[in-house]
């Protein structure tokens, strides 16, 4: 009997993640009845997270909430509460580029969407009083470098006539102030954020050259925001050196009860534009940053907590996937992180895609699967994505050698 584990992130705009491993795991069970097959549908900060998350741990709560969305309406969403007190809030249900693809987004907006909805969920979870909080922060709509976020926090920014900005990149621009003073502070166990990309914030593998085009702007747009987010860099940096001297002149209250206490935010928190992640959502990983928050791998800390390696160890066969594996995909995307897992522990991995474009390297993989060759055109595929992977399931399960 071959023992396989399915640990597949979502298929952004067509399937999330607990579905797709099932419809690859009912397609192989299809081909092949008596093999043991094992879900642990995956996410890396992006699109599920929360799913995972809820997924992962008995007694998780949803904490429903409304935030502004990224098209500047109001939306449903909620965060999630866990049993030991923290605070899982993700940036793809609030402040997310689907929310904008959906029926009745209204397509993208280059240059007003923002991150404020995804702010407002973490307020909520603030005001709940919560001990720690999981940031997820793929997929988003903007690159207004976390201003939107920050703002719902209780920063300002304004213009050079002293007038609080415009939402996203439109106001971002115009940016000339930045005031931390009012900003609220980490919860006592601090904040963990779980970012997919290691991009900086700037330059030629920065937020606005590299995703700004995904979020709909030109040449002409993404030279202006890269300009945008340098200046907002330098303008925060002194914002938070201003707001970590007045601290030490002035222990903050962490709490609404007992002694007054320093937050350790800051006091040996090295980071910059440069930073590993900082471009992570448009740059609401430097947004992050600047909180006191510590960035890290999504992919990495969601499997702990499912507990994959030990899934794994035991295995046969590990089927991963994501919607689009391209050359962007072996830089903190789930199916790499996961086929380097499986490596580690002798185990060969297959990858089962939407697509697979041609600069992707999956040299890792002992086989692939794109859905989009299966279906003939990717509107076939995303038409019928649950067809599709169990399809692909079938077709890995065929070529896998019998145990």
Known sequence: MTRVV???????????????AAAVRDGWSVARRGDEVVLRPMADGGEGTLDAFAAAVPGARRMPVTVCGPHGREIPASWLLLPDGTGVVELASTSGI??????????????????????????????????????GIGSSASTDGGAGMLTALGARFADASGAPLAPGMRGLVALADADLSGLRPLPPGG?????????????????AAVFGPQKGLDAEGVAAADAALARFAHLLAAAVAERAGSRRERPLRTDHSGPA?????????????????AGAAGGTGFGLLAWGAELVPGA?????????????????????????????SAAGKVPAFVARLASAA??????????????ADISAFAASVSLTELAGSPEASLAAPADWLR?????????????
């Open 6 to 20: 399915v640990a597949v992130d979502s298929f952004k705009r067509s399937i999330g993640a607990a579905d797709a």
């Open 98 to 135: 689907e929310l904008l693809q959906a029926d009745g987004g209204g397509g993208l907006r280059p240059w007003d969407a923002g991150t404020r909805g995804f702010g407002e969920a973490i307020a909520a979870a603030l005001d709940h009083g919560v001990e720690r909080l999981v940031l």
């Open 191 to 207: 904040a963990v954020v779980l970012s997919d990309v290691t991009n900086p914030l700037c330059g030629p593998g920065g937020a």
């Open 261 to 277: 206490r320093q937050h350790p935010a800051h006091s040996a928190h090295v980071w910059d534009a440069g930073t590993p992640g």
């Open 300 to 328: 990495e800390r969601v499997a702990e907590l499912i507990r994959l390696a030990d899934a794994i160890a035991g295995a046969d066969l590990v089927i991963t996937g994501e919607g689009s594996y391209d050359g962007q």
């Open 346 to 359: 002798g185990v060969p991995a297959a990858l089962v895609a939407g697509r697979i474009t041609a600069d």
């Open 391 to 403: 399809a692909a399931g079938a077709q890995l399960a065929e070529a896998a050698p019998a145990r």
